[in-house]
């Protein structure tokens, strides 16, 4: 490893390359439980294209592995490092490049702010839709890396629908531009779509050109409590079929009410089973809500409480984004992420009860219930091996039912290390083989975040 070291500082600015295994250690890992780090050899921090194309060519010169990383946000141990490797901090590649209001794109690079280029983005009457709950610290190439979704996609969709192009350092240092800046084209394969959600084991991300959309305005919530996650179910299934289109549909199960409410004092209902959140941006938001209110009151809601203004309607949101914090209280947790079809939702709450329930676990539930996406989130205590043994098989019994009842083992967390199992489960031998096939045209010698997704 001397040599690998001795290389990069030459070839690299001061402050770029660092070595002290505190240092290191600090960036071993991302946010995930369950999920082996590596020792890592050295951790470095380009600043530009040719940086990263000089480690790269470094990498592939000495046969070297290489984990790319963002803010390290994740939860599925993408960014994890294995031993020997460099770890590849694209944090200070942090700059928006452009940002045309005309052509509705701004080209960033991967260590820029979800939120910062949000908030650029408002500052131009536009929007940049893709809103994880980390959003004020995960970076745009992290999102990508992951395929992020977050709580607007049930209107707006995920990160794969904003990238319009990428530019990638590949394993042996070549640039490769994909895609396009124009608002069509299809020329050739779709290698940028492809590189969406490739968690790093592709190429390295430096540059992205993103699509944006008009600023839709604030949003009017509604919240409906439900005595059942039955009623709430088919409340999501009365709203959809009936032709709206929420710019946000989020549930909360009891668990998570009772922890939200124990940590804010908010006064949620604690007498529901379900509670659920529906918004709407743009006109006809009053009349929107109303109709959806009679829609949740039929399903068997048991009350409806639109909000009367932005003020409101922000407070009702805040109950939402505390629920992974409000958990994260009761102890040591492990985030699940299984999408179903809307139509399963129900099911698969009430699944995840009955796991919890055998497994003597509590598991609250949180969903963007509008795509199927829920998050049961597995608390346990960390010290009593007795309790994370069972804490890792009510992790996989919710994998197993989310596939039994037609969704998938990831809607935006990604594989990972923790879900890669799963993966090849969900795909099947034949799927699982082009992957491999796939990996191998970008990656003939493996060293690209190797352990990860396939």
Not at 36 to 57: K, Y
Not at 199 to 221: F, I, K, M, S, Y
Request: hydrophobic share 45%; net charge negative; charged share 20%.
């Amino acid at each position: 490893m001397g040599e690998l070291v001795e290389r990069l500082q030459r070839g690299l600015p001061d402050g770029a390359v660092a070595v002290d295994p505190d240092v290191t250690g600090a960036y071993a890992r991302d946010m995930a439980g369950f999920c082996d780090a590596g020792e890592p050899a050295v951790l470095v921090f380009p600043e530009t294209v040719e940086q990263v194309q000089f480690v790269m060519r470094t990498a592939t010169e000495l046969r070297i592995p290489v984990v790319p990383q963002g803010a390290r946000t994740g939860l599925s141990g993408g960014a994890n490092a294995v031993d020997g490797c460099i770890l590849l901090s694209m944090t200070r590649m942090n700059r928006i490049l452009h940002l045309d209001p005309v052509e509705r794109i701004a080209v960033v690079q991967p260590g820029v702010v979800n939120a910062e280029l949000s908030r650029a983005a408002e500052a131009q009457q536009l929007a940049y839709p893709p809103d994880p709950s980390s959003w004020e610290s995960c970076t745009i190439g992290g999102n990508i890396g992951t395929g992020a979704g977050g709580l607007c996609c049930v209107k707006y969709g995920v990160t794969s629908e904003y990238v319009l192009g990428l530019d990638v350092v590949l394993a042996d240092g070549r640039l490769l531009r994909t895609g396009r800046r124009t608002a069509k084209g299809v020329a050739g394969y779709d290698l940028t779509r492809l590189l969406v959600g490739s968690e790093g084991t592709l190429g390295v991300v430096v540059e992205a050109v993103l699509a944006l959309r008009p600023a839709p305005g604030p949003q009017l919530v509604l919240a409906a409590e439900f005595d059942s996650v039955d009623a709430a179910g088919r409340a999501v299934c009365e709203v959809m079929a009936a032709g709206f289109t929420p710019s946000l549909m989020e549930l909360m199960d009891a668990t998570t009410v009772r922890a939200v409410n124990e940590m804010t004092r908010m006064g949620l209902p604690e007498s529901t089973r379900a509670l659920l959140l529906v918004a709407f941006d743009g006109p006809d938001q009053h009349d929107r809500l109303a109709a959806v209110g009679e829609l949740c009151t039929a399903a068997g809601a048991t009350g409806v409480v639109p909000a009367e203004d932005r003020a409101e309607s922000e407070l009702l949101l805040q109950a939402r984004r505390l629920a992974l914090p409000a958990l994260e209280r009761m102890g040591t947790t492990m985030i699940d992420d299984v999408a179903v079809p809307r139509s399963a939702l129900a099911a698969m709450l009430n699944g995840v009860a009955e796991i919890s329930d055998r497994h003597g676990l509590t598991i609250g539930v949180v969903a963007h219930a509008g795509d199927g996406n829920t998050h049961p989130v597995v608390i346990f205590d960390a010290q009593d091996p007795e309790q994370v043994e069972r804490a890792r098989v009510s992790f996989d019994e919710i994998m197993a039912l989310g596939l039994e009842l037609g969704g998938t083992v990831t809607g935006e967390h990604g594989i990972g290390l923790l879900k890669r199992e799963w993966l090849a489960r969900e795909l099947g031998p034949v799927g699982l083989e082009l992957q491999r096939q796939i990996k191998a045209v970008f990656d003939p010698l493996g060293l690209l975040n190797p352990g990860k997704m396939i």
